[in-house]
C-alpha cells in the first residue's frame, strides 16, 4: 500500500491508565542492634538477595574545622602504622571489598562493601584506619590538592554558587552557614593538623555502624565487636545549636553578569523525620515541586518551558530541617518563573489535591521507598540516615502507615504551616543588570556580590 491510499488516522482514543492498588504494608527484615561497651551502636540488618555485605559508618563531627574535616575525610585512608594506601586497598581487594569517606556538618562517614566471607578482614582494615592512621605527608598533599582542585572547580558553577549564597542567608551566623572552605584554608591544612583532628574527634561514643547483606544480626553484631571492642578514645561528643526559624527577607540577587540563566534557590520551614507533620509535608512537597508530576514540574517546565528540572526537597540535618526550592531558569524569564514559583506554593493550600492527584503522589512516595530499601545498598544507607536521628526500622514502617493515611486537609494543613510564599527565603544568581528591574516589580530586593 502506498502513502497516498493510507487511511485517514481515526478520532484519537484516551489512553485509560489502570487504578492504583492498595497501599502494602511496609515488610521489615531480620535486624538486632548491640550498643559496645566503648559507646558505638551497631546495627545489623539481614537482607540475603546477593552474598554481599554494605557497611556504613557515621561519627559525630559536629564543629569540627571545615577546611581540617573535608581533608581528614580525603585523607582517612591513606596509611596506617601496619598499612600503606596500597595496602589498604590491595587487602580490600581480595575479599572484593572498599571502602570510602566522606563528611557533612555533622558526621564523619565511612561507607563500603565487601564480600559476606570477607566481612571480619573489612572490620579489621576499619578498625585499624580509625585506631591508628597515620597521615603520611605525601598522601596528606596529594589528596589536599585533590579537594583543593574540587573547589575550585564547583566554585565555577552557578548551582553551587547559589548554594552557597542560600546557605548563608538562610544560617546566618549558625555553623552550617559555611560549608564550603576556601582553596587557601584547605592547602594550609597539614598532616600534623590531620593526626590531631583524628586524635580529637574519631571517636566510638555516639558513633553508629549499620551492616545490611548477607549475614545472620546477631553473628555479624559479634563480628564488630570482636573486631572494633577495642577501638577506644575518650573524646566527647560536641553537638551543633539548634537552626534558626525561616524567616521571610527580600530576595537576595548575586550578581553574576552576563549569565544566561538565573540559578534560583528558596527555603521554606520543614521538620524533621519523626515530627507528626513529617508525612503530610512529603505529600505537600511531592505535589508541589518534588517530583516529575508535580505542579510546580507541570507549569514552568512542560507548559512554559522556562526551566528543565526544577525540583524541591527536604534537607535534613542534626540541628534542623529546611525545605529547598531549586531551579535553573532562562535569563529573560526570570521574573515570571518566581511568579509561577510563589503562585504555585501559594494554591497549594488553597486548592489541596485530592482524587488521583494526592493517589499519584503517595504512591510515589511509597513506591520510591520500596524501591529505596530493595538493595542492600539503598537499605543500609536509609538505616543508618533514620539511625542518625535516632530512628530505627519500625519507624520506616510507621512512616510508610503514615504516609497512606495522610488526607487532603493535612496536605493543605502543612501547605499552608510550611509551603506558604509569605514564609519563603528567597535567594538568585544571575545578571543583575539584566533581572533586577523585573524581580523588584516582584518583591523586595537586595544586592550582593558572590
Known sequence: MSAATLPAPGPARALELPALGPARRLKLPPWAERTLPNGLTVIA??????????????????????????????????GTSGRSAMDIAADLQTVGGGLGSDTDPDWLSVSGNCLASGLPTVLDILAEILSDATYPADEVAAERERLADHIEVALSQPSHLARVAL???????HPYAEQTPGVDQ??????GHLRKLHADRVAPAGAILTVVGDVRPEKALDQVEAALGGWVNEASV?????VPA?????????????????????????????????????????????????RWVENIREDKGYTYGPNSYIEHNAAGSTLVVAAEVAT?????ALLETFYELGRLSAVPPAGAELEQARQYALGSLRIGIATQAGLASLV?????????????????EAVAAVTPDQVAEAAARYLSPLRALPVLLGDAAAVAGPLAALVPVERDQP
Open 384 to 400: 543508618s540516615a533514620y539511625a542518625s536521628f535516632g530512628l530505627r526500622l519500625p519507624d520506616l514502617a510507621g512512616y510508610a
Open 332 to 336: 529573560d524569564v526570570t521574573a515570571p
Open 45 to 78: 540488618v539481614r537482607r540475603p538477595a546477593v552474598p554481599l555485605v554494605e557497611l556504613r559508618l557515621r561519627m559525630p563531627f559536629a564543629r569540627a574545622p571545615l577546611a581540617r574535616s573535608l581533608t581528614l575525610a580525603q585523607a582517612l585512608f591513606s
Open 186 to 191: 584547605v592547602r594550609a591544612v597539614g598532616a
Open 167 to 173: 546557605l548563608r542567608r538562610r544560617y546566618g551566623s
Open 238 to 242: 560536641r553537638s551543633t545549636p539548634g
Open 246 to 294: 525561616v524567616a521571610p527577607q527580600p530576595l537576595l540577587l548575586v550578581d553574576r553578569p552576563g549569565a544566561v540563566q538565573s540559578s534560583m534557590r528558596l527555603a521554606l520551614p520543614a521538620v524533621g523525620r519523626s515530627h507528626p507533620d513529617y508525612p503530610a509535608l512529603q505529600l505537600a512537597n511531592l505535589v508541589f515541586g518534588g517530583y516529575f508530576s508535580s
